[in-house]
C-alpha cells in the first residue's frame, strides 16, 4: 500500500540494500586490496565515495564501516 511507502531519497533507500552475492567478505562496505593484501573500508554518503582505511582483520574494517554509517 502507498501508505505504508516513506518518501526519501535513492542514496537512502540504498541504505538498506543487501550484501551483494559476488561480496567476498561478507560484510557490507568491506572488499580485500589484492596490491595491499589488506581489507579497505569504503562507504557511499551523498553521492560520493568516501574511503575509510585499510585494515588488517574484516572485523576492524567493518567497524569503521559501522561507525561511518551512523
Partial sequence: R??????????EN???SRIRR???SGRKGV??????????AQIMAHRKKRHLGR???VDEAHAAYC????
Fill in 55 to 57: 585494515f588488517r582483520t
Fill in 14 to 16: 540504498r541504505w538498506n
Fill in 67 to 70: 561507525a561511518a554509517a551512523e
Fill in 2 to 11: 502507498i501508505a505504508n511507502l516513506r518518501l526519501c531519497t535513492i542514496s
Fill in 22 to 24: 559476488r561480496n567476498t
Fill in 31 to 40: 572488499t580485500w586490496d589484492k596490491n595491499r593484501k589488506l581489507w579497505m
